[in-house]
């Protein structure tokens, strides 16, 4: 699996953390940076993220702020784009199930780094559960087309 990950400054250290414990288990990544602890805005990184995945060069993408509330705001608002602020391994294992999640986001600032691996490896590793659950999606996608010019 190919994953794209970005982040702002807030995200950083723990993109740092994250990028090495995919790539022990056999993921390609695609860093779309920030790459230091220099003030960014989060915006812009979030949509590098989603546009790597909208654009196919990632299968998902993994998003990473101070609290992941911002950069999760930015990523869905990119058609296509279901972004998944996860705090423990339920979320992450239930928004795979049901939400068919293909972008992860993550607070860098509110969860330490042995979580967010647990969290990273539940949601690489838990397939979608389809059935009542894309039609659900779909609803989602009715509502994006909705809204989209
Ligand atoms: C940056 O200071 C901070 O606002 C950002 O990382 C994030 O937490 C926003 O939601």
Redesign the pocket.
């Known amino acids: 699996m190919k994953i794209a990950i970005g982040c702002?400054h807030?995200?950083f250290d723990l993109k740092q953390v994250i990028i090495p414990f995919l790539k022990e288990q056999s993921v390609d990544v695609v860093d779309v940076g920030t790459y230091s602890t220099e003030s960014v805005d989060?915006p812009d990184y979030g949509l590098k993220v989603a546009e790597a995945v909208t654009g196919g060069k990632a299968e998902r993408g993994i998003a990473i702020?101070?609290?992941g509330?911002?950069?999760c705001i930015t990523v869905n608002k990119v058609p296509g784009i279901r972004g998944s602020l996860c705090t423990n391994e339920y979320m992450a294992e239930l928004t795979r199930r049901h939400n068919d999640s293909n972008m992860l986001v993550l607070g860098g600032r509110v969860i330490g780094d042995e979580l967010a691996k647990n969290i990273v490896k539940v949601w690489l590793n838990t397939p979608f559960e389809g059935g009542r659950h894309q039609r659900r999606l779909d609803k989602i996608t009715a509502i994006e087309k909705k809204y989209s010019k």
């Open positions: 702002d807030g995200g989060y702020c101070g609290t509330v911002g950069i």
